[in-house]
């Protein structure tokens, strides 16, 4: 017997199929999707590998060929989809197969080693029978061993002794008398038990009566998954409005009738609390992957799903790769959330990985939030996925909040200051009065690099892209400009000039989250402040600390960026201010005002969860832009028709596609040269090719980051009429250049510029 395999973590040069022979001793221990160790190269070095398929001839030369070396799990690692998928996401992401092989089967896998367990069995059944019935045995202890051992059969001898109370040494003693034989042998696959976080509370467990709205979204989404036609849902729900409930419900239908569930949800949102609600409401069917657990956990959740014991798989966007036993339904919560695109090799998306299976699998797939990305809203007005809305507050008596926009134009004249304005600084103090606490949200992504302008408070933005230009020092000669990152239009940074008001004053806005909470020290004494950002949160337990902390009222007012507006529900919440609300509009990237909307709703859902309606302050430069109109009616349609017209307007996803190739060097004077070849290789080949493709090659340019980790990075930005022409340009550099001398990176939906 032969099989094929698939080595885990292969690069380019070793990303095929190998065949090895199975031997015979191996035979009923391997078939398609079993993990092995196989010898591989001239050193026959041991390497972790997939068997993708078993075949009886093998018609090349068969001294060529190498036997199996060991089995590492005989039971399937990957099911009959997965094996499917494969091909299918290293086409898409530009990865080898074995990168696929190395995200579905985690390393706690491929470490996992079966314990191993000392058996007893007898040497000869006759025999026994016969000195039992001679009465021979003095000690009743022997005589209980053998007894056991004559009625089951051959068992471990830690039952034995925890069944007979009995010691080692007895066993040993008959061991000693040549009566029984003891050998060690490596343990089954035994169930293993959720061993997780404590028995949930009861409040998780309350169950509503469904408003109609709910009902509607559940049934449809139901029969969508009894079609088993691969449909693709988007609910799109205000923020409050129970989706939480819609997926619990239609979850506790699956797994009723037997099928599996994938629900992942943002990295950030994996906290105690969500995983206590789905683990309250569906019980001990629950199987949880997050960063927190030790390898041994994480096995022992893994091999649950992989056998069907567990039934939902609650995780970040890695939950996608899951083992599931016939998989009916993948939920993604807060899809527009960029936790579900890596960034980092292989760049994948959850989102379109979960389609993939599904269209394999035929299960069906919910994504769920009150922001859609544009790419989602799009594709459910062509009619691709199905929209299902949820218009009211799932609580009749949670109340949208309140929200207010604030020119801190004014309030700058007025003498407040720029981070805090009176209307927000007087209502955190009604707030305080009233023991309730306050949310800042500080947003400081990808605006640092970025100038606006002093009077009017608006970035400096590309003339073609309408994106914030990234400033870059000029390491040669000391001057600075800014760069578009999507066109590679380039001013020097004395010429630029605001485009809004014509101001050319520019200077490095904003301020950060330590700033703001010093200043709030002074203004509020005898408030206690949280701080949650990157830098309070660089040790593992410190997020959920903070959350913990904030959620018992050990504080009254959380700061932080990003993270803090996602998921999370404080129902003393009244207050939450939005700071420097236009350096999120400042930012590099082409999501810049679709971020900025998000951002602003799940701040606003963050206000007025309990029994009172809160307020958000948006604090702005220039509160009359539509978008933050559009974020104070909390009106996504009308924002969405604002933004996708932009994106039709300038050839932006979802009308093409954009692919960034990033060349990273440690010596920058081949760096430029190298990337200068590149450059004349991309124009050329688009050149060639057919019209309909709609090519537009843009760089070289620096990176926004130009400088890590020691190397020079430039990029090229390739617009084209979809992913599979950006792919293909992808793997013609792929081929065409020695990846030594060209060390580069490929992304075909770069989300941050
Ligand atoms: P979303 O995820 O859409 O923002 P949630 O799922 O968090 O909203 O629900 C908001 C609140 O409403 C939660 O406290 C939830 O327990 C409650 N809720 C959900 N559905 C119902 C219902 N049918 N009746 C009463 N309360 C509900
Ligand atoms: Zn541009």
Redesign the pocket.
Same mark, same amino acid.
């Not at 509503?208 to 408003?211: K, R």
């Not at 729900?237 to 997926?247: A, H, L, M, Q, R």
């Not at 507050?393 to 009749?396: C, E, I, L």
């Given at each position: 017997m032969y099989c094929s395999v698939i080595l885990r973590g292969a690069v380019r040069q070793t990303d095929k199929l190998f065949t090895y022979r199975v031997p015979d001793e191996l035979s009923g221990t391997v078939v398609a999707g079993s993990l092995v160790n196989v010898p591989f190269g001239k050193g026959d070095s041991q390497r972790c590998a997939v068997v993708i398929d078993i075949k009886d001839t093998f018609d090349g030369d068969e001294s060529l060929v190498k036997d199996i070396g060991s089995v590492i799990s005989s039971s399937p690692v990957l099911k009959a989809d997965q094996l499917a998928l494969i091909d299918k996401i290293s086409d898409r992401f530009n990865c080898t197969k074995g990168d696929v092989v190395e995200l579905m089967v985690p390393s706690c896998v491929v470490n996992h080693k079966n314990p191993v367990e000392v058996f007893v069995e007898l040497v000869s059944k006759e025999n026994t029978e016969f000195i039992l019935k001679s009465e021979t045995l003095r000690s009743i202890a022997h005589i209980h061993i053998l007894e056991y051992l004559l009625e089951r059969g051959k068992c471990t001898r830690k039952e034995i002794m925890s069944s007979l109370s009995c010691s080692s040494a007895q066993v040993k003693a008959l061991e000693d008398k040549g009566l029984i034989r003891l050998v060690k042998e490596v343990a089954g696959e035994e169930e293993t038990y959720l061993s997780l976080d404590d028995a949930p509370e009861g409040k998780f467990t %309350?169950e =509503? !009566? &469904?408003?109609t709205e709910?009902e509607t979204a559940v049934n449809e989404i139901l029969t969508g998954i009894d079609e088993r036609n691969a449909n693709t849902f988007l609910l799109f +729900?205000?923020?409050?409005? +129970?989706?939480? %409930?819609? =997926?619990l419900n239609c979850a506790k239908k699956v797994i009723a009738e037997g099928g599996s569930v994938i629900y992942m949800v943002p990295e950030i949102s994996l906290t105690p609390q969500t995983i206590n609600w789905i683990k309250g409401r569906l019980g001990d069917s629950v199987a949880v992957l997050h960063s927190r657990l030790t390898d041994k956990q994480r096995y022992e959740q893994w091999n649950n799903i992989r056998t069907g014991k567990a039934k939902v798989i609650v995780g970040p966007r890695s939950g996608v790769f899951a083992p599931a036993v016939d998989l009916r339904l993948i939920i993604l !919560?807060e899809e527009h959330d960029s936790s579900y695109k890596s960034e980092s090799h292989p760049r994948y998306s959850a989102k379109d990985i979960a389609r993939m299976r599904s269209l394999i699998t035929g299960c069906s797939v919910v994504l +769920?939030s009150?922001t859609p990305s544009v790419e989602s809203f799009y594709a459910a007005n062509l009619g691709a996925y199905k929209l299902l809305e &949820?218009k009211q $507050?799932? $609580?009749?008596e949670?109340k949208l909040p309140n929200i207010v926009p604030v020119d801190m134009k004014e309030q700058i004249k007025l003498g407040s200051g720029s981070m805090l304005s009176v209307p927000l600084r007087q209502a955190m103090s009604v707030a305080f009065s009233e023991n309730k606490q306050v949310i800042l949200l500080l947003n400081r992504r990808g605006f640092s690099r970025t100038l606006v302008c002093e009077s009017c408070g608006e970035p400096v933005t590309c003339k073609n892209c309408s994106v914030a230009m990234t400033l870059h020092n000029n390491r040669r000669n000391g001057t600075q400009s800014l760069i578009c990152h999507y066109c590679g239009y380039t001013v020097p940074s004395y010429e630029a000039v605001c485009s809004v008001c014509n101001g050319t004053r520019f200077t490095k806005a904003g301020f950060g989250t330590q700033q703001l909470e010093e200043f709030l020290h002074t203004v509020f004494p005898h408030e206690k402040v949280l701080r949650m950002d990157q830098d309070s949160t660089m040790t593992p337990g410190a997020h959920k600390e903070i959350i913990e902390k904030f959620a018992n009222k050990e504080a009254s007012i959380l700061i932080g960026t990003q993270m803090i507006a996602k +998921?999370l !529900?404080f129902p003393d919440v009244t207050v939450v201010g939005v700071l420097g609300a236009d350096l999120m509009l400042a930012s590099t990237s082409f999501k810049a005002s679709e971020r900025a909307f998000q951002l602003i709703t799940q701040a606003a859902?963050r206000a007025g $969860?309990g029994d009172h309606p809160g307020t958000v302050f948006i604090q702005s430069m220039r509160p009359e832009q539509p978008l933050f109109q559009f974020a104070c009616t909390q009106n996504y349609r009308a924002f969405y028709e604002q933004e996708i017209e932009y994106r039709q307007k300038l050839s932006l996803p979802p009308f093409k596609a954009i692919g960034e190739v990033v060349l990273s060097l440690p010596d920058e004077n081949l760096l430029i040269q190298r990337a200068n070849m590149l450059s004349k290789y991309l124009n050329d080949f688009i050149g060639f090719q057919d019209k309909k493709y709609q090519f537009e090659v843009f760089g070289p340019m620096p990176c926004v980051i130009y400088e890590l980790r020691g190397r020079y990075r430039m990029s090229f930005v390739i617009k084209a009429a979809n992913k599979s022409a950006i792919n293909g340009v992808f793997k013609r550099l792929i081929e065409d250049f020695d990846h030594v001398k060209y060390p580069m990176s490929f992304d075909n939906d770069p989300q941050d510029g």
């Open positions: %309350e =509503y !009566d &469904l408003s709910q +729900g205000i923020t409050g409005s +129970g989706k939480t %409930e819609v =997926y !919560d +769920g009150a &949820l $507050r799932a $609580r009749q949670a +998921g !529900d859902g $969860r």
